[in-house]
C-alpha cells in the first residue's frame, strides 16, 4: 500500500492530465487488490503450515478456537519430537548426499554435452539435441515401472544410491537443453578468439564457456537441485525401508501416523523439508526464473 | 557436418596432394570423435535409462503377472473390461483439462495484474506468487490434506462464519476430485505467471503506443497485440502443462490414494497401486502405456510451438 | 614478421563456391585491404588464412611455410574480430594476457608486453576493467591490444570498425594506421568500406563475387582501374556510367552520348580508344570530371547544358543531379554556380579523365 502512496503524487499537474492520471491510480488499485487476493490463495496453506506446526496440541484440538491463529501460545514441542523421536535426519542426511551427488553428476554430463552440441556439430547432433528435448517432455510417472526392473537389476532396491542412478533422468535432459540454449548465445568470435589465443576446446569450455554462461549453470543448477530434492514417485517405488528414505517419501509415509496429534510434527516436518529449495529460491531468484522462462525458447 | 565436408572435397581433389587429404580427414574425424565422446554420458543416460526402459515398459506389459510367459496383449483386453480403468481414463482427461484451463487462466490474470505494477514492485510480487511451485509438490500437498481434514478442516471453518455446513472434502468422492484440482491448479498456476510474464514483456511497447495513437482501447490492445503476440507461448505452456498434469503423481497418492472408491485415481497413480502396490508389474505397465500416444501428441505439437518461437524471437 | 602468400585458394561450401581461385602475395610489413561488397569472400578468405575455414583447395603460406594443416594457435597470427570478442568475464590486462598465458610466457614478462601494448593504445588506465564498462572505441583498443601483445608474424583484421558510429570510425582508422607505422607487423585487413580502404592500405585487393578484380595501390584503383566492377566500387559518390558509341571523325574520334550530346575525344586518348569504334561502349566519368566550366575559352566542346532534377549542396561542393537518355548522371560544382531543381545549368565534361568499358568483358580499355 505504500507504493500507492508513492504513486499518488503524480496526479497533481494540469487538469487535462488529471483524468488519465486517475485512469492509472485506479488500475493501480484494481491490481493491487486482485494480487493481495491472488496472494492470500497462493500463500494459505504454507501459512497454515507454520501455524499448525508452532501450534499447541491442546489448542488444535479446540474445534471451537480460529485454526489460523494461535491464541494460546507458540511452541517448537512439534520441531524438537521431529528432531528427537523420528528418522527426520535421517532422511535429511539421506537426501542432501543424493541431491548433491545428482547435481554434481548433472552438471557434468550436461555442460559437456550442451558445449558438444552447441558448438562441435557432428553426424546426428541435432537430432540428439531435438531428443534431449523430448526426452524431458517424457514424465517420471512413465518410466517407474521399468526402471523398477531396471533398479532391481542392480541390486538397489531399498538404496538411496538407486535414487543418484535414476534421478538424473529427471535433470539431465533440462539442464542440457537450458545449457545448449546459453551457449549458443555466446558469440561465436569469442571462441575463434580463444582458439586463435592458442586454447584447446577443454580450455575453450573451462576458461570460455563455464564462466560467460555462469548465470545459465546456477540456473541449471538450482533446476537439477529443486528436482531431486522433490523427486516423489521414484522414491515412493524404490525405497521402503526407513534408513534409507529421502525427506519427500520419508515425510509423507514414516510421520504420517493414524494418530491426529502427530500433525504439528508431521507440518513441522514437510516445512523443514521444504526449506532447503525456498531459501535457494530466496536468494537466487533471478536465476532461477532466468532458468524457467528460457525453457521455452532456444537461448 | 562431416559428411557434407568430404562430399565437397570429393570431386575436384585431383590438385590437391592425396597425403594432405587424408590428414585434413583425421583432424575432422577428430574433432568429430571428440564431440562424440563428450556426449556420450549425455547418450548413456538417455538410451540406458529412457529410451530402454521405455521399450522395456512394451515388454513388460506382454507378460503374465508372474513374468514367466507372454500373453500378447491379453493385459490390455483385461484393462478394458474393467469398469475401474474407464473411470481412470475419464478421471484422468477431467482433471488434466480442468486443472490446465484455470491454471493458465489464473496465470494470464495475475501476469497481467503484476506486469501492471510499477517496475520496482514487480520483483517483490513475482517473488511471493511463485512460493507454490518452488515448494516441493508432495509436501505442500500434506499441508493441502491437512486443510481438508474432516474433523479440524480449516475451510470448513471458514465455511461455517458463513452458516455453511461442513464439506466431505476428501471422503465425498466427487469434492475429492474437486480438492486434487484445487491443490493442481494452486502449485501450477504460478508456472503459468511467470511464463506469461516474461512473455508479456518481450512484447516491444511501441507496439502498444503505436495501438494507442490508432485509437485502440486496453481491451483491443490485449485481444490484437498481447494475444497474437504471446500465442505460440501460451500454447507451449499449455501443452506442456498438459503433459505434466495428466501424469501427475504426487498430489492424489498423497491426499486420497486413489479413493475414495477409486474415483479419483489417474493413470500415474492406478499404474502405482496396480504395479507397484499389488506387485502386478506387467498390468501397472501396460496402464502407464496408455499415457504414450497423448503425451507423443502433445510433444510433437511443443516441438513446433518451440521452434516457431525460436523464430520469432530472432 | 613475415610474408603472406595465397596460391590458387578455393573454399567450396558443399556446392556453393565462396572463394573461387585467389592468387595473392603479401610483403612483409605490408599493409593489404581486401574490399568487396557482401558476400564477396574476402571475410572467407581472412578466415582460412587464420584457420578458422578448412581451404578446399590451394595453398596458404605465412613465412614461406604452408600453414593448410596448421591449426590457428600454431600459425603466429592475431585476429581482430567485427565484435571484438573481448571474453566478458576477464578484465582488460587478462584478455590482453589470456594469449601468452596459455603459450606459458613468463609473468614478468607478460606484463611488461601488456605495459607496452597499452601505453601504444593510450589504455593504461583502462586495464583493470571489464569490457563492459568500455565504450566501442575503447573495445577497440583492447582488441588491438590483445593482437598487439602477442606480437604474431600477421595481424588480421575483420571489419573491426563497422560497428562504431561514423565519427569514431574515422578516428579508429587513423589510430589503427599510427600503430602500424609503429609495430610494423605485415596486416591483412577486411573491410565493406572503400574509403577506409583507400586510406589504409598500402595496396587495396578488390573482391567480388569470390574473385580478385583488382590489386593495385589506392592510386591506382582511383585512377586506371581494370574492370567496370572496380570503377563503380572505389570513389564516392561512383563513377556515371553511360551507354555511348565512339565514331571515327577525321583523324580524332567523337563520342556518341546521345541523339544531339557529343564531344570530340582528346587528341591523346583517340589513339588509345581506335579499337572502340564502331562498337557499342560503356562510357564512363567520375563526378569531380563533371564541373561548371572553370577557365578556358567559353564554348569550349565538352560543354553542354543539363536540366538539374535534383541539387544536393555539401558546404564546400555542389551535386547535381541530372538525366541523360534516362540514365541519372552526378557532377559536383562551385556551391555558387548550381541551379535550383529544373532549372537549366551550364556543365563541361573533363575527357581527359574519361574511361571506356567494353560491355561484351566489363573489362576497361
Known sequence: MTTIAAVAPAAKPLKRRRSLARDRRWALIFSYFFLILFAIFFLAPPYYMVVTSLKTNREMVEITSNPWLIMQGFTLEHYKNLIENTDFLIFFKNTIIVTLCVVAITMVISVLAAFSLSRMRFFGSTAIATGVFLTYLIPDSLLFIPLFQVVKSFGLLNNYWGMVLVYPTLTVPFCTWIMIGYFTSIPKELDEAALIDGAGYMQILLRIFIPVAFPGIIAAMIFAFTVSWAAFIYPMAFLYRSDQLVLTVGTVTSLVRADVFQWGSLMAGALLAAAPPLVIYAFLMDYYIAGLTSGATKG | MVEATQSAYAPALTSVIPWRRGRIARVLRRRSTIAFFMCLPLLTVIGGLVVYPALYAINLATLNKAMTKHIGFDNFAFLFTRETFWMVVSQSAIFALTAVFFKALIGLITAHLVNNLPAKGQRKWRGMLLVPWVMPLSLSTLGWWWMFDPTYSAFNWLLALFGIGKVAWLSDPYWARFSVILDNVWYGAPFFLIMYLAALRSVPTDLYEAASIDGANAWQKFVHITLPMMQSIISITVLFSLIVTFANFDIIWVMTQGGPRDMTHIFATWAFKLGIQSGDIPLGASVSLFMFPILGISAIFILRGVAKRSREMQ | ?365
Do not use: W
Not at chain 3, 24 to 39: H, M, Q, R, T, Y
Not at chain 3, 56 to 61: D, H, L, V, W
Not at chain 3, 163 to 190: S, W
Open chain 3, 1 to 365: 614478421m613475415a610474408e603472406v602468400s595465397l596460391n590458387n585458394i578455393i573454399k567450396r561450401y558443399g556446392e556453393v563456391i565462396a572463394v573461387r581461385g585467389i592468387n595473392l602475395n603479401v610483403a612483409d610489413k605490408e599493409f593489404v585491404v581486401l574490399v568487396g561488397p557482401s558476400g564477396c569472400g574476402k571475410t572467407t578468405t581472412l578466415r582460412m588464412i587464420a584457420g578458422l575455414e578448412e581451404i578446399s583447395e590451394g595453398e596458404i603460406s605465412i613465412g614461406g611455410e604452408v600453414v593448410n594443416d596448421v591449426p590457428p594457435k600454431d600459425r603466429d597470427i592475431a585476429m581482430v574480430f567485427q565484435n571484438y570478442a573481448l571474453y566478458p568475464h576477464m578484465t582488460v590486462a587478462a584478455n590482453m594476457s589470456f594469449g601468452l598465458k596459455l603459450r606459458r610466457f613468463p609473468k614478468a614478462e607478460i606484463k611488461a608486453r601488456v605495459e607496452r601494448a597499452a601505453q601504444i593504445l593510450d589504455i593504461t588506465d583502462l586495464l583493470e576493467r571489464r569490457p563492459k564498462q568500455l565504450s566501442g572505441g575503447q573495445r577497440q583498443r583492447v582488441a588491438m591490444g590483445r593482437a598487439i601483445v602477442r606480437n604474431p608474424k600477421v595481424f588480421l583484421f575483420d571489419e573491426p570498425l563497422s560497428n562504431l558510429d561514423a565519427k569514431l570510425r574515422v578516428q579508429m582508422r587513423t589510430e589503427i594506421k599510427r600503430v602500424h607505422q609503429k609495430v610494423k607487423t605485415t596486416t591483412i585487413y577486411v573491410t565493406h568500406d572503400q574509403i577506409e580502404a583507400m586510406t589504409l592500405a598500402d595496396r587495396v585487393v578488390v573482391m567480388n563475387d569470390g574473385r580478385i578484380e583488382q590489386v593495385g595501390t589506392p592510386h591506382e584503383l582511383y585512377h586506371s582501374p581494370r574492370t567496370r566492377f572496380v570503377a563503380g566500387f572505389i570513389g564516392s559518390p561512383a563513377m556515371n556510367f553511360l551507354p555511348c558509341k565512339v565514331e571515327r571523325n577525321g583523324a580524332g574520334l567523337v563520342l556518341n552520348l546521345a541523339e544531339n550530346l557529343s564531344f570530340p575525344m582528346p587528341a591523346d586518348l583517340s589513339a588509345r580508344y581506335g579499337k572502340a569504334v564502331g562498337k557499342p561502349m560503356i562510357f564512363g566519368l567520375r563526378p569531380e570530371h563533371i564541373t561548371e566550366p572553370r577557365g578556358g575559352a567559353p564554348g569550349e566542346k565538352s560543354e553542354f547544358t543539363a536540366n538539374l532534377d535534383v541539387v544536393e549542396p555539401m558546404g564546400m561542393e555542389t551535386m547535381v543531379f541530372f538525366r541523360i537518355e534516362g540514365t541519372e548522371v552526378c557532377g559536383r560544382v562551385e556551391p555558387t554556380s548550381a541551379g535550383g531543381p529544373g532549372q537549366p545549368m551550364r556543365l563541361r565534361a573533363n575527357l581527359n579523365h574519361m574511361h571506356l568499358i567494353d560491355p561484351a568483358t566489363n573489362l576497361a580499355l
